[in-house]
Nanobody, 123 residues
Framework: QVQLVESGGGLVQAGGSLRLSCAAS????????MGWFRQAPGKEREFVAA????????YYTDSVKGRFTISRDNAKSTVYLQMNSLKPEDTAVYYC????????????????WGQGTQVTVSS
C-alpha cells in the first residue's frame, strides 16, 4: 500500500523560505512521478509542481516558477519542495501525491495523497 507522509510546513514571513519533504513507501519509488499540490481556504486544490521518476523532467505551475524547486532523493524515497520568496498567497495546505501508474505525468491522474502540511506566510 502506498503511503505518503509530508513534513516541513510552518509559519514564515513573506520573503522567507521553507522546504517541504514527503517520504514515500509501499512501492518502487523511482518508477513514479511525484507531485505537490496545495489548497488554500475556500479554494479548490491546485497543482504546484511535478518531477519524473529519475528527475529528468519537472513541471511547475506559473505562479511558482522561479521561486519553488521540486527535487527527489530516490535512495531515501523522498521528494522535496524548496519554497523561496514566499508570498502570503502561498498560504495553503500542501499535499504530496503520486499517480497509480508508472511513467511521467504532469498535473493530472494523481491517485495517492498524503495528509498534508500547513504552510502559512504572514505579510
Amino acid at each position: 500500500q502506498v503511503q505518503l507522509v509530508e513534513s516541513g510546513g510552518g509559519l514564515v514571513q513573506a520573503g522567507g523560505s521553507l522546504r517541504l519533504s514527503c517520504a514515500a513507501s509501499g512501492r518502487t519509488f523511482n518508477r513514479y512521478t511525484m507531485g505537490w499540490f496545495r489548497q488554500a481556504p475556500g479554494k479548490e486544490r491546485e497543482f504546484v509542481a511535478a518531477i519524473s521518476g529519475i528527475a529528468t523532467l519537472t513541471y511547475y505551475t506559473d505562479s511558482v516558477k522561479g521561486r519553488f524547486t521540486i527535487s527527489r532523493d530516490n535512495a531515501k524515497s523522498t521528494v522535496y519542495l524548496q519554497m523561496n520568496s514566499l508570498k502570503p498567497e502561498d498560504t495553503a495546505v500542501y499535499y504530496c501525491a503520486t499517480p497509480r501508474t508508472p511513467g511521467w505525468v504532469r498535473d493530472v491522474a494523481y491517485e495517492y495523497w498524503g495528509q498534508g502540511t500547513q504552510v502559512t506566510v504572514s505579510s
